[in-house]
Antibody, heavy 122, light 111 residues
Framework: EVQLLESGGGLVQPGGSLRLSCAAS????????MSWVRQAPGKGLEWVSAISGSGGSTYYADSVKGRFTISRDNSKNTLYLQMNSLRAEDTAVYYC???????????????WGQGTLVTVSS | NFMLTQPHSVSESPGKTVTISCTRSSGSIASNYVQWYQQRPGSSPTTVIY?????PSGVPDRFSGSIDSSSNSASLTISGLKTEDEADYYC??????????FGGGTKLTVL
């Protein structure tokens, strides 16, 4: 059974940093691209970032480029999202999501985590 | 950029079959996979269909997906409707310039 468990969310001040983690199990982690997708209160789903199965390719939405960094540790079956220079508009539930492929179709999501809430406020 | 257009809402009775459409505004619907996500209020999203017509493990075969090149649209069909199917359903696709294109969502009411 595929399981994705996010952690690391919380309250942070504008301009601050936070690192999210996602522990994966139930599949060969290194064989699949992974994404972070967020949902602001009352809004739709917004793709944030993705990383290929090997970790060699990374992709970002324009809204977070230069501020967020996605990475993975295939030896620990863990996905990360380092978020810097946080803004109020980054407030959202952040979901870890597994892609059905290794690289090119990285936003084809077949499994989701339960999400972790990030609140950016002073 | 292309858009994905869904009906705002649909309703049907338990035990019946409902189909939700997702129309691509430009470019071929067959060029890139279409996914369907279910989200109940207050819950995380789940995938009911990915890669046009594939079901993740655990999704009942009452859920099926298809694409129709003649209408440039994708469809999600749910048969044998149950009250637990009541949720918002979103289609999603992509292309080489836009990694994430999301439909506006369809509220399914099972009454």
């Amino acid at each position: 059974e595929v399981q994705l468990l996010e952690s690391g969310g919380g309250l942070v001040q504008p301009g601050g940093s936070l690192r999210l983690s996602c522990a994966a199990s139930g599949f060969t982690f290194s064989s699949y691209a992974m994404s972070w997708v967020r949902q602001a209160p009352g809004k739709g789903l917004e793709w944030v970032s993705a990383i290929s199965g090997s970790g060699g390719s990374t992709y970002y939405a324009d809204s977070v480029k230069g501020r967020f960094t996605i990475s993975r540790d295939n030896s620990k079956n863990t996905l990360y999202l380092q978020m810097n220079s946080l803004r109020a508009e980054d407030t959202a539930v952040y979901y870890c999501a597994k892609s059905s492929c290794s690289t090119s179709c990285y936003t084809v999501i077949d499994y989701w985590g339960q999400g972790t809430l990030v609140t950016v406020s002073s | 950029n292309f858009m994905l257009t869904q009906p705002h809402s649909v309703s049907e009775s338990p035990g019946k079959t409902v189909t939700i459409s997702c129309t691509r505004s430009s470019g071929s619907i067959a060029s890139n996979y279409v996914q369907w996500y279910q989200q109940r209020p207050g819950s995380s999203p789940t995938t009911v269909i990915y890669e046009d017509n594939q079901r993740p493990s655990g999704v009942p075969d009452r859920f099926s997906g298809s694409i129709d090149s003649s209408s440039n649209s994708a469809s999600l069909t749910i048969s044998g409707l149950k009250t637990e199917d009541e949720a918002d359903y979103y289609c999603q696709s992509y292309d080489s310039s836009n990694p994430w294109v999301f439909g506006g969502g369809t509220k399914l009411t099972v009454l």
